[in-house]
Nanobody, 124 residues
Framework: QVQLVESGGGLVQAGDSLRLSCAAS????????MAWFRQAPGKEREFVSA????????YYADSVKGRSTISRDNAKNTVYLHMNSLKPEDTAVYYC?????????????????WGQGTQVTVSS
C-alpha cells in the first residue's frame, strides 16, 4: 500500500503561481511512477502530468504544457506540481496518484493509489 497526502491548494488569482505537493508513505516510493489528475465540478477526472520513478520520463496534458513543472524528491518521498500563469479553467480538485511500476502513463485506471485531493480555485 502507498498512502498519498496532497497539500498546497488554495484560492489564487488568474496569473498567479502555485506549488502542489504530494507526500507518500508506505511501500517504497522511489519505485512508483507518480501522476497528478484533476477534477472540475461536473466533469470527469482528467490527466494533468506524470513522472517516472527516476524523473527521466515526464508527460503533460496539453492544457498545462508550458505552464507546469512536475518533479519529485525520492529522498523526501514527495512529488510536486508547480503551476504558473494559472487560469480560471484550472479550478479543480487536484489528485496525486501512484502506480506500482516505474514508468508513468496518462491513463487514470493505471493508477492504483490515490490521495484525497486538494482544492485549487483560480479567480478571474
Amino acid at each position: 500500500q502507498v498512502q498519498l497526502v496532497e497539500s498546497g491548494g488554495g484560492l489564487v488569482q488568474a496569473g498567479d503561481s502555485l506549488r502542489l505537493s504530494c507526500a507518500a508513505s508506505g511501500r517504497t516510493f522511489s519505485r512508483n511512477a507518480m501522476a497528478w489528475f484533476r477534477q472540475a465540478p461536473g466533469k470527469e477526472r482528467e490527466f494533468v502530468s506524470a513522472i517516472s520513478w527516476s524523473g527521466g520520463i515526464i508527460y503533460y496534458a496539453d492544457s498545462v504544457k508550458g505552464r507546469s513543472t512536475i518533479s519529485r524528491d525520492n529522498a523526501k518521498n514527495t512529488v510536486y506540481l508547480h503551476m504558473n500563469s494559472l487560469k480560471p479553467e484550472d479550478t479543480a480538485v487536484y489528485y496525486c496518484a501512484a502506480r506500482s511500476y516505474v514508468s508513468p502513463t496518462t491513463i487514470k485506471r493505471d493508477y492504483a493509489y490515490w490521495g484525497q485531493g486538494t482544492q485549487v480555485t483560480v479567480s478571474s
